[in-house]
């Protein structure tokens, strides 16, 4: 008898570590704001400018306004089935933390997320960081002139420049000289 003990033992403690260590995409209210930022592949608060029904649920498109981590470029992302517990509205901002490489069942790729209106607490943490970077290898960027504002005070070329001077924070739009 001690033989299947053991092995339901065993089996237990491997499904509730398998448990514990999913990853599953939410909302942000109650979340651990630090801890999230640490792991997110970039933060934004951000405005939904497109969302397309599709067989699957509906895949949205993303304009950053502010970035808070990572990029300021636009992305999109994908919510499967037809989730009644959240749906996002056209030109509304809403803070995201993207996690490229996570995915759950309702997200692609994973990301929790916050209306703007009711993310104060995090925008005023998260705003006091001015994270500059080393970046390695400079990336590529576009002709196109999209102006944005380090953390820095100082005027980019485009979100792209930005991140190539290890530009964490930007916002949409040329610095205002003070």
Known sequence: MKIPFLLLSFLLSFFAKAQAQAFLCDS???????ALYQEASYVCIGRITTIVKN??????????????????????????????????????????FVFEEHADKVFTPC???????????????????????PVSERTPCSPNFDPVCGCNGVTYADPCEALNAGIQHAVRGRCIQK
């Open 28 to 34: 942000l209210n109650g979340k651990d704001y630090a």
């Open 55 to 96: 067989n699957n649920g509906k895949e949205y498109g993303v304009r950053p306004l502010y970035s808070f981590k990572g990029m300021l470029q636009e992305f999109q992302f994908s919510q499967s089935g037809n989730p009644h517990f959240f749906h996002f509205k056209e030109d509304s901002s809403y803070v995201f």
């Open 111 to 133: 990301l929790f997320f916050g209306f703007t209106e009711k993310m104060d607490a995090f925008i005023e943490w998260a705003s006091q960081k001015c994270e500059v970077v």
